[in-house]
């Protein structure tokens, strides 16, 4: 690392060290009022990274599949159709 970010680094932590009046336990206290405040993205966050892997498998499968030939099918639906109307 150079001696740039090193010193952006060092700026960045102390700020936050100002923000929070010098006080870890007040820092800690906001990141877990964070932790509970944005609960819901985080284990959203969590499922998205369990199920990465299987990406590659489902855009493999999208860009196989084809349209179904509706023509062959198409009174297939048409007796539920009448019967839900009625």
Do not use: W
């Not at 498998?57 to 198409?74: Q, T």
């Amino acid at each position: 690392m150079n001696d740039e970010a090193i010193q952006e680094i060092r700026s960045v932590r102390r700020g936050i060290s100002k923000e929070f009046g010098h006080n870890p336990q007040k820092y800690i206290d906001y990141l877990k009022n964070q932790n509970v405040k944005y609960s819901r993205q985080i284990e959203l966050y969590r499922k998205l990274c369990e199920h990465r892997a299987e990406l590659p498998k489902l855009k493999s499968a999208a860009k196989n599949y084809s349209e179904p030939n509706h023509a062959l099918h198409r009174t297939a639906g048409a007796g539920l159709f009448s019967e839900v109307v009625r």
